[in-house]
């Protein structure tokens, strides 16, 4: 399957803890999106990257916070000192030009205790 | 800043009720609009696109429309079945030179019932 993949499915962590999470997008696809959604909402957009750049920051990425993209294949989501109010569903999706359709992975559900 | 609504919050009707969601964007600057389909605690499956230029898009039972003057699209699904039961989630994208970032709304919450 050439779907985009995420890992971890669930990570629960204790506040405080550092945790990363991964995305493997669509093969050919080089923009790669990070959004986080929580319960009863639509997603919110956190970061985008075309290639191994990373082109766009969203205000809600504080500064613990940090993602990358080497190589411009997968990408990593790190999330330092996590707080309760990051818990949330984090995803992933990639689009290729010049049709960005953005194909979702499954996500990746953070519980912080 | 670009907002996003879709009207109902949810929605249930029987099977193979014919049935209309709603979704409207306050910008009306935009380069494509998505409709998703999510199942609970998974990830967002694309539906259907539809760009600025475009005024409808079908797939089977499903039938997106655009008016961008007018910062409204529909969802329009026919003979409704009770694998249709899922959040339908409209998200529009800036113009074209600016980042493919998706603005969501948040979502209709539909079931469909025997």
Request: hydrophobic share 30%; with cysteine; charged share 20%.
């Amino acid at each position: 399957d050439t779907g985009v993949s995420q890992n971890p499915r669930h990570k629960i962590t204790k506040r405080g803890q550092n945790v990363t999470f991964r995305c493997d997008p669509i093969s050919e696809h080089n923009r790669l999106y990070w959004y986080r959604q929580t319960l009863g909402q639509g997603p919110e957009f956190l970061t985008y990257f075309q290639n191994e750049a990373q082109l766009e920051k969203s205000r809600l990425l504080s500064d613990r916070f940090s993602a990358e993209r080497p190589k411009g294949s997968f990408s990593t989501l790190e999330i330092q000192r996590t707080e309760q109010g990051d818990s949330a569903m984090y995803l992933c999706a990639s689009s290729s030009q010049p049709a960005d359709t953005q194909y979702f992975g499954p996500g990746t559900r953070l519980t912080v205790l | 800043k670009q907002e996003v609504t879709q009207i109902p919050a949810a929605l249930s009707v029987p099977e193979g009720e014919n049935l209309v969601l709603n979704c409207s964007f306050t910008d009306s600057a935009i380069y494509n609009l998505q409709w998703f389909r999510q199942d609970p605690g998974k990830g967002l499956t694309s539906l259907l696109l539809i760009q600025s230029s475009q005024r409808e898009q079908t797939s089977g039972r499903l039938n997106a429309s655009l008016d961008k003057s007018s910062g409204r699209s529909t969802l329009y699904i026919a003979a409704s079945q009770p694998g249709d039961s899922a959040t339908y989630l409209c998200a529009v994208t800036p113009p074209a030179g600016t980042a493919s970032k998706l603005t969501f709304g948040t979502g209709t919450r539909l079931q469909v019932t025997l």
